[in-house]
């Protein structure tokens, strides 16, 4: 009943016209594909990969947004301009602007809504590290990442929500979660929601996986019950890759 959302995450990779070019050709190899696929280049690329994509069905995804409308925020870009560039999806809360850039669950809550507000589809990323998994607290981070940047959003807003599982371990480490691990925490993400706002909810939740998906993981992590498609970084940089991960199905 949940349609699979496969999204790439290109960091800070790939120049305007590199960008633009890659989504050319990854329109065409995409082409008959029913799959809902996003890609989100850096704020730079925004504008030509925007254009490349023009009477394509790859959706335009921003990889954060700031957390106002405009005013005097030097080095930041608000869901206004975001939108203008032709946006639809902003990714919020990735474990880099957590750990890297020192955002807070409360700043990111901030961002949900606003973002929310503007009518972008919002990606929330939520994963624990290492250290927290061996400490037995992934119930306890996951959940409380989600619910803080949650805060505020209501049953209805909801609707245009994709959490993303991310275990900051298996990031870019080629590491991956086990598809039963990754799945019983995305099945703790979909109680959580179930208790929180309703069973009917929880049931329509895109929740993605991400860390270190790739062509030859992307089946057996997509046959879980509760992973509904993919948050994918390296493996997006390549139109073959990413291809063979749209298309795990076929
Ligand atoms: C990410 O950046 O969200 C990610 C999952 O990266 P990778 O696929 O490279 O692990």
Not at 26 to 50: C, I, N, R, Y
Not at 70 to 93: F, N
Not at 176 to 204: F, L, M
Request: aromatic share 6%; proline share 3%; hydrophobic share 40%.
């Amino acid at each position: 009943m949940r349609d699979y959302f496969i999204a790439g995450n290109w960091k800070m990779f790939k120049t305007p016209t590199e960008g633009a070019a890659f989504v050319k050709e990854l329109s065409e190899t995409l082409k008959g594909t029913s799959q809902k696929v996003m890609v989100a280049p850096s704020f730079a690329s925004l504008d030509a990969v925007g254009k490349a994509l023009h009477g394509s069905s790859v959706l335009l995804g921003a990889q954060n947004m700031a957390a106002a409308e405009e005013g005097a925020h030097t080095g930041e870009v608000s869901p206004i301009m975001l939108k203008d560039l032709g946006v639809s999806v902003v990714i919020l809360g990735h474990s880099e602007r957590r750990a890297i850039y020192g955002e807070t669950d409360e700043l990111i809550n901030t961002k949900v809504k606003l973002a929310l507000k503007h009518g972008f589809e919002v990606i929330l990323c939520v994963g624990e590290t290492l250290e927290e998994r061996e400490a037995g607290k992934v119930e306890e981070v996951v959940n409380q990442q989600l619910l803080s940047g949650l805060e505020g959003v209501t049953e209805e807003m909801l609707a245009k929500v994709v959490i993303a599982y991310e275990p900051v371990w298996a990031i870019g480490t080629g590491k991956t979660a086990t598809p039963q691990d990754a799945d019983s925490v995305h099945q703790v993400i979909r109680q959580t929601i179930g208790k929180t706002y309703s069973s009917a909810t929880a049931e329509k939740l895109i929740i993605q996986y991400g860390g270190s998906v790739k062509p030859g993981n992307a089946k057996e992590l997509m046959a879980m019950p509760n992973i509904d498609g993919a948050l994918v970084g390296g493996a997006s940089l390549k139109v073959e890759d990413f291809t063979a991960i749209v298309n795990f199905n076929r």
